[in-house]
């Protein structure tokens, strides 16, 4: 770990990136990034929602096309950080209106992702829900 600062190496009013000093199963010792979001400290850090869109055509999955300064422009389903004292399915419902007008009466819980697990320590609900309403 020669040189290099273990612990919480940037904060802000979002998240915490910390170096954690590890030993990996062949024994061989380093360090690495871990990003945490403040939300998870006390709750869920976020959820995810793939809405299910009715049409003459059939279901369809409702995604958003949004710009990700990483990695440019992306399909994604609806998803977001969930706010002090709010359920899961309460986050799911709300980034879902936030993101695509979109409205659902019941979200169904499908499991857990882990959305990136080189570097977030976060594992997020996914779920769906039937399109009742266009806001």
């Not at 770990?1 to 024994?27: M, T």
Request: proline share 4%; aromatic share 8%; with cysteine.
């Amino acid at each position: 770990y020669k040189g290099s600062l273990i612990g919480v190496v940037y904060e802000d009013s979002w998240c915490f990136i910390i170096r954690d000093a590890v030993e990996s199963p062949h024994s061989k010792k380093h360090t690495y990034i871990r990003f945490v979001w403040k939300t998870q400290l006390t709750g869920a850090a976020g959820a995810a929602i793939m809405p299910v869109v009715k049409t003459d055509d059939g279901d369809k999955i409702g995604l958003i096309l949004t710009n990700r300064h990483a990695t440019s422009w992306e399909f994604e389903i609806p998803r977001g950080g969930a706010r002090a004292n709010e359920t899961t399915d309460q986050a799911a419902k709300r980034e879902l209106e936030e993101e695509t007008g979109y409205q659902i009466d019941q979200p169904i819980y499908l499991g857990k992702i882990a959305p990136d697990t080189g570097i977030l320590s976060s594992v997020i609900p996914i779920y769906r829900g039937d399109v009742t309403g266009q806001g």
